[in-house]
């Protein structure tokens, strides 16, 4: 079963509303690629503005994260509801820095991706080790730790909506990507796991990403892994060349 390419990138806390519009525009313009989804995720002050800015473009939008209730007494929390009449299409779940700095938890990872499905967004779940995890061999327990709680209880078929983004936590940021064999790895191990949790069909079809230091040099060796399925680029999505240069090695 094929599956189509992503190169997304995550913004994080960069870029004011007028610099995000124009980094949107720069990559839009430049874009020479059709064949893969390429989606972009600004913080959310810039989402509506950035999406509205790539309406006539087939480059989608993303929120960085989702509260789980629709509406409340929540202050500064962002709904489902919200982001997708903002223009989003994607959200992502449970990164790194979320856990690490946030206190995100396996439960809390579940509840915002059920407030994504329910919104009609798809979730992007981030998954991976730190350093220490991995040199104690526990690279894979927490895989599975995290996936099993990030996906408790869904259906076989709500599958289709979910992406899963490997991100090592000792790749981010770090300019340590993990070797093509550590991708290839470790993405084996996620769609061995999906497998063994849902059904062949379902990890067959389901896109895993992998991010972590992805730029525009090492981009064609990772995406030339056959599990890995795209990427999640942070710093290299900052700039319009070092984002086009990944999409083009796509
Ligand atoms: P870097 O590409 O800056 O390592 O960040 C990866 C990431 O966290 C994307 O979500």
Redesign the pocket.
Known sequence: MSRKLMI???W?LHLTVEEAVSLAGEIASGLMREDLDILV?PGFLALEPVALSLSSSPVLVGGQNIFWEDQGAYTAEVSGPQLKAAGARYV?IG???RRQYFNETEKTCRLRLEAALKAGLRPIL?VGETLAERESGQAEGVLESQLSGGLAGLEAGQMDQVTI?Y?PVW?????L?ASEEQAAQAHAYIRGWIGARFDKDVANSTRILY?????PANAAGLLNQPEVDG???????LSAESFLGIIQAA
């Open positions: 997304a990138g995550n994080k995720i992502l990164h790194s820095e981030c983004a991100e790749a981010i940021g770090t300019g990507t991010g972590g230091s992805v730029n990427a999640l680029v942070g710093g290299a999505s």
